[in-house]
């Protein structure tokens, strides 16, 4: 079978691009560093790819807030090309500050007309958390085709000063957890509540990630491309190498979804 070809976006201030594409290499992708401009000005095509990724970092500054200019960009700018992205059954997946893009853009949690529902905003602890976390996996009971057959609790580190999530009101969140929406919650060690650090920034119910009503497209706060390989855990000296980290199951599970149905 064809390997997928995944889109890496990159713009000003984007940092883990790299990192992102070679997670997406090491799960059996066909991963391509492409800046926005390049898509803006037609050099290269949307629709010639089966992902679209967007990294984290510090889009532009994050001068008119986290993520709001790309998520401005893609909402108005590539409005067509997305749509046509997605008619297609195509996958999305945004990490850190490609989650704040997918959650101000409207395409997270998802509407038709785009419209911003949530928001991610600054930590309250009012500094930046870099810290490993533990992240309770719906599994079976999310809709999501990113977090197929993870184990319960996983680990991942995170990096951010603006990942406080919360929805515009009671409704949009009931709406998340009756469409099965809600992808990972911040947990303590053994899948228990998670109270600050566990919780690093206050999330609304803990929530770390989240998907739209299709399960396609994946938006989550922590790292999993900085979770890809054993040696990377913080701890593996003593828990011992294994085969892989748990972040490379995510982007395994999008390849293999993209390879067989796209």
Sequence with gaps: MPRPKVCVLRTAGTNCDQETAFAFRKAGGLPDLVHINRLIQKEKRLADYQILAIPGGFTYGDDAGAGKILASELKHTLADELKLFLSKGKLIIGICNGFQVLVKSGLLPGNGALRQEASLIINDSAKFEARW???QSQGPGSVCVWARDLPEVIYLPVAHGEGKFFTAGAQVLERLHRNRQVVFKYCGPD??????????????????????????????MPHPERHVDAFQHPRHASKG??????????????????????
């Design 133 to 135: 976390v533990h992240l």
């Design 191 to 220: 899948g228990g509540p998670a109270d600050y650090p566990d919780n690093p920034n206050g999330s609304q119910d803990d929530i770390a990630g989240i998907c739209d009503e299709t399960g396609r497209i994946l938006g989550l």
């Design 241 to 262: 190498r294994g085969a892989g980290g748990e972040g490379i199951l995510i982007f395994s599970n999008g390849v293999e979804y993209a390879r067989k149905n796209i």
